[in-house]
Structure formats: C-alpha cells, structure tokens
C-alpha cells in the first residue's frame, strides 16, 4: 500500500516537473568551466617555455641522470614477453589479473601477505585503488569523515569529495621547519570518530617527503586502534624511500594494530610504468566472511565505474615478478632509482644549511621554504617550474642541471 502511494507521487513529482514552464532547460552549453588542476596547468607552462636552458621540478615523474623517464630494462623485456606469448585478450573480470594481485601480497603487506581476511584486486594505478576505497568506506558508512593531513596530494581531496565524504583537515608539516606537527596530528587522530577515516601516505609523503618514524607510526596505529578509525594507507612509492620493505614498515604495523585496514597501492612509480595504469587495492576486515562480503560491493562499484581495470601493464608486472631472474633484475633496477634521488637529496643538502632537511627526507619531493612570489620569480627569471607552494620534484632535473638548480634556489632564498 505505502509502496503504491509513493510511485503515485513519484508519477505526479515527475509530471509537475515535465509541465513547469519556468524551468530553463540545461544542456551541456550551460556547464561552467572547470578550474584546471594546478600541477596540470604547471606542465603546460613549463611546456609553452621555449628556453632551452628550463628546469621541470614540478611533474612527478622518476627522471634519471640525462633527464629522461626511460622504460625500465625488465619491463620492455617482460612486455616482449607478453606479446609474444598472450594468445588471447578475452576480459578477465572486474578483479582483473588476479594472479598479479596474488603477487604483489608479500611486497606490499610482508608478513601479513596470508592473512586471508585481506583481499586484494587490480585497480587502473592508485588514483583506481584511491577512489575505489572511499566508494567502500562511502557505501559503509556515508557519514564518515575524512582525517586529511596537509599539506597532502592536490588529488587526494577531489577524490574525497567525489563520493562525498566530509573531509577534516589538520596540521602535518610546519614548512619553515621542516618538521611534522605531530602533536597536531595524534591530536587531530584521537578527536575523530568510531568510524572516521585516517588517511595515511605510506611512505615518500607527497608533497612535502617528511614521513613518520617508526615510533611515530606505532602511535598512530595505536590511536587508531583504540579510536576504532579506519586506516587509509596510501602507498605510491614503495621502494623510493629506504627500500621496500622499510617503506612498508608502518603499514605493516598498522596491519598488526588494526582490524580493518584499507590499502591504496601504485606499481606506477616503482615500475616506471606511470601511463599503463598499475595499482591494487587491498581490503582487510575482522573476517573472511566480512572481506568476501567487503569485495562483493568493491566488484560492484569496479564494474559501476570502469567495469574491469586494463591489462597490460599489470600482465607486465606479473611476469616481471614471477620470474625470479627479472624480479631480481627489478630489484636492481628499483635501487637504481631510489640511489638516484637519495644522491641528489644528499648533494642538495649539502650545498647549503637552510636546505639540509632535503638529506633527512625521503621520496622524490620536498617543499623549498620559499613564498609563492620567490616560486613565480625562478619560473620568470631562471626558467626553473616548481609548484607555487615550492613543492618540487627531487629527480625532475638532470644531473648537468643540479648546479644551476642550487645556485637559484640559494640566490632566492638570500633575496
Ligand atoms: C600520494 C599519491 N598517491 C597516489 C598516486 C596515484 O598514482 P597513480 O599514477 O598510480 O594513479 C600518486 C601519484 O602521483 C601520489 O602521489
């Protein structure tokens, strides 16, 4: 009976709205434009500048010694491989390459790689695995608010927001000196909810490279356990900081500390594979029952959004990491990368005082103490693109470039 009543108001709703004149029709002319993403509108500066001599620091790619962002060895290999041998790109499914997924169990969560109340599935990067876990957290528990340490990365909050779940911002980093607020942080933790979401960057912090100790992550870990917070780790550059074991060191603890768990992962940076599109997202609940039931509604808001994640890039790191010969050639290939920006920290560090927390920190960025005019001044003066906030990117420069990027930088913040 109630059930009738209400399609018949739904019906007369619908037919009162279809009847109003005064309703002005929308069509896609009427969109307002979109303010384009600041890190976005960065590379197309830096790009439109045709000095020869300009130095990039503001994208967030791995470049190597000459400048460039090369293929690593084994991936063209195990990609040759894949060609050769794939006999068949019939779909895999809305988990993906589950075996891929299966693999990357013991690099990302170690000792806990058989718990079987955690459950992975291959995701299109972190930004996949990003979204497809606040669609979870949004299904479980819309109210859920969001503990957001800033600075963070400019892409954490609008996918926050796209499932519309109230962010909380507090203190992370006190940028003139280049330490953690700690005390704002554990703070902020222990005022949420039963329920609120602790987003927490696993290692290589973005933007600013400060990342917790292990002290330091046992007493978040801590705070959320007995807050009942649910842990959000986002781990994009496991292997750039200290290695990958270390990089996942507080995850891990976290894992220990807390019954559930989510885990965001990229395999972008780690494989240099940024545009196929590599990630994982890993679900952990008190049950295996609670998981299956857990990956029954992240299949469904997969398959609501991109249906099934691409293949090929995730195809690659599957062979790279079933074939112990290549895995250990990834190996190499990874410390390659991770001894490149740990080098350039070590020689920025070294050139002056006031940059000195540069060798204290880890991943490919930190934020330069210097105001958004001094940022604009090196981009007009010197040709050097950072973001307005002087987040730059450790490894955006060449080696033949590190002299001139020091001796602006110096020259800016002496001004
Ligand atoms: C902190 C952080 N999380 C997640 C991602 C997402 O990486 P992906 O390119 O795999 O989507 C990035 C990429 O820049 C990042 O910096």
Redesign the pocket.
């Known amino acids: 009976m109630v059930s009738q009543w209400i399609t018949t108001l739904e019906v007369a709703i619908r037919v009162l709205m279809l009847t109003r004149t005064d309703a002005k029709a929308r069509g896609l002319a009427d969109l307002p434009p979109v303010a384009s993403d600041s890190l976005l509108q960065l590379i197309a500066l830096c790009d439109a500048d045709s000095r020869p001599e300009k130095i990039d620091v503001g994208v ?1 790619v791995f470049r190597d010694g000459a400048g460039n962002t090369p293929i690593l060895k084994v991936m063209k290999e195990a990609e040759q491989r894949l060609v050769d041998t794939q006999v068949t790109k019939a779909y895999l499914g809305s988990a993906g390459d589950k075996k891929f997924a299966e693999l990357l169990r013991p690099i990302v969560l170690g000792e806990h790689a058989s718990d079987d109340r955690i459950a992975g599935l291959q995701t299109p ?4 695995a ?1 979204r497809l876990g606040f669609e979870l957290i949004a299904t479980i528990n819309p109210a859920a608010r969001v503990l957001v340490g800033t600075p963070t ?1 400019p ?1 954490h909050p609008p996918i926050i927001n796209s499932v519309r779940l109230e962010i909380v911002e507090y203190p992370y980093y006190e940028r003139g000196q280049a330490a953690i607020r700690f005390e704002d942080m554990l703070q902020a933790l222990s005022r949420g909810a039963p329920g609120d979401v602790a987003l927490l ?1 696993g290692c290589c912090h ?1 933007p600013t490279g400060a990342d917790l100790d292990p002290v330091q992550w046992a007493e978040v870990a801590d705070v959320c356990r007995e807050r009942g917070l649910l842990p959000l780790v ?1 781990i ?2 496991q292997g750039f900081g200290r290695g990958l074991d270390e990089d996942a060191a507080g995850l891990r603890g976290i894992l220990s500390q807390c019954e559930e768990v989510i885990v ?1 992962q ?1 395999c ?1 940076k780690n494989f240099s594979c ?1 545009r196929d ?3 994982c997202l890993f679900v952990k609940t008190g049950s295996v029952e609670a998981t299956r039931t857990a990956m029954g509604h992240v299949f469904q808001r997969a398959r609501e959004m991109w249906s099934m994640p691409p293949d090929h890039g995730a195809a690659a790191v599957h062979i790279i990491l079933e074939d112990p010969e290549l895995r250990a050639r990834w190996l190499v290939e990874l410390a390659g990368m991770r001894d490149r920006i740990n080098s350039v920290r070590q020689r920025i560090a070294a050139a002056d005082p006031r940059l000195g927390f540069i060798g204290r920190q880890f991943g490919m960025f930190s934020m330069l103490p210097l105001s958004k005019e001094q940022v604009l001044k090196l981009r007009e003066d010197d040709a050097i693109y950072m973001a307005d906030s002087g987040r730059f990117n450790v490894v955006g420069m060449s080696d033949a470039q590190i002299d001139r990027f020091i001796a602006a930088v110096v020259g800016a913040l002496d001004a």
């Open positions: 967030g990067g972190g930004c996949g990003l990365w892409n960057h973005n986002d994009a550059y965001a990229s972008d940024y599109r590599v990630g």
